[in-house]
């Protein structure tokens, strides 16, 4: 301030508390440009996900499933098995493929399971797609089993016995899980 400058003018002016500018303007005006610019991100992302179908106003067409139908059961004087015992049980194997024999199936090897694997459920049954036929007819002797797919050639099956297994199905029931049943079919199909 100069000598030639009079008394409360110049220098320093004190600013008084509406004065000033205001902080909470630009905040606000900050959190809503970060709002719109997050809503339009998220707006670009999601928009191509959305059924074109849907925005035309047209209906989405049903797709039913067609039902699967089991392979065909093979008669058990055709079905070759192997029987092996995965369990601790002394016998199982020949008990089990005396009794197949006796209903008519073409027992092979009977022994201890030759890929010492841990069946913890009644059995599994082994075979390729070129047996699927053969492995439903002696799955349905067992009535609960895995299905265990392989690479083998032929046509042959191997039925695992596990820890769970007790004894096999009753004829009547096995004939019973052979015969064809309808396939449900989905409402609206």
Do not use: I
């Amino acid at each position: 301030m100069s000598m030639l400058t009079p008394l409360g003018k110049g220098g320093r002016q004190t600013v008084r508390r509406g004065d000033r500018p205001s902080r909470r303007g630009a905040l606000v005006l900050a959190v809503l440009l970060t709002a719109a610019l997050t809503g339009t991100a998220w707006w670009v992302a999601h928009r191509d996900t959305a059924n074109p179908a849907d925005s035309a106003g047209a209906t989405p067409r049903r797709t039913c499933p067609k039902p699967s139908t089991p392979p065909a059961a093979v008669a058990p004087k055709a079905v070759k098995v192997n029987v092996y015992n995965a369990t601790d049980q002394r016998g199982l194997a020949s008990r089990v493929a005396a009794e197949l024999k006796r209903r008519g199936f073409h027992v092979g090897k009977v022994d201890n399971d030759p890929l010492k694997r841990q069946v913890t459920g009644a059995a599994e049954v082994r075979s390729s797609t070129a047996g699927a036929g053969a492995a439903r007819t002696v799955s349905a002797q067992v009535g609960t089993v895995v299905a265990v797919p392989d690479q083998r050639p032929n046509a042959s099956v191997d039925l695992v016995l596990g820890a769970a297994f007790v004894r096999l199905q009753p004829v009547p029931a096995a004939a019973a899980a052979l015969s064809p049943t309808p396939q449900p079919v989905p409402s609206g199909c």
